[in-house]
């Protein structure tokens, strides 16, 4: 499985003055700038991070698939989310590509770990030996950092305070995630079974 975002996030899921009136840095001096490019990048690092940790996109925007096979039961597990559209979908060897129909493929519901499905909920269509599944596919939960949840906007935020404060290295280093931020992402964390 090879997870690619073909377009990145047009805006951030915290704005970079929220940001910077949460950390309470002075504002209205000719330097009040100087720092920008250091906290949009804690921001952009935050982001990433919890992303990754709950498997979830939080500014729409679009990414590429491959797997060599679906799952046990013939759908598939996606890797983000929520996904919003599958749109296109293909079977690629090298330069040889078979387009596949994406008409009536189902996303089952939620912000959770989705499943594709063939139509009707039956198995996808096989994938030919020596073919990689190529999906691209749109995920997030909206086009602004409005409609990123309140829990992971506050996370985003306490996460990028957390980089900024300790920039010059942790003296609790190893310890992971701050347990504030752990808790806020908990109600977003897929569930295992």
């Known amino acids: 499985m090879n997870l690619t975002e073909i377009s990145p996030a047009a805006v951030s899921a915290v704005p970079l003055d929220e940001f910077a009136a949460h950390l309470r840095l002075a504002q209205g001096f000719a330097d009040a700038t100087a720092e920008d490019a250091l906290l949009e990048r804690y921001l952009s690092n935050a982001t990433s991070a919890i992303e990754a940790r709950i498997g979830k996109a939080l500014i729409r925007r679009t990414f ?3 797997v060599s096979c679906w799952g046990r039961d013939g759908d598939l597990v996606l890797p983000i989310g929520p996904v919003t559209e599958i749109t296109s979908a293909s079977f690629v060897r090298g330069i040889d590509t078979i387009a596949v129909s994406v008409d009536g493929w189902s996303i089952t519901a939620g912000t959770g770990r989705q499943r594709l499905a063939g139509a009707g909920g039956r198995t996808l269509p096989s994938i ?8 691209v596919f749109d995920a997030g939960f909206g086009e602004t950092g409005d409609d990123v949840p309140g829990e992971l906007h506050q996370a985003v935020m306490m996460l990028a305070a957390h980089y900024f404060e300790n920039r010059f290295g942790d003296a ?22």
């Open 128 to 135: 030919p030996d020596g073919y990689l599944a190529d999906l």
């Open 64 to 66: 590429k698939l491959q």
């Open 172 to 193: 609790n280093a190893g310890r992971g995630m701050p347990l504030a931020v752990q808790a806020l992402l908990e109600t977003q964390r897929p569930v295992r079974l």
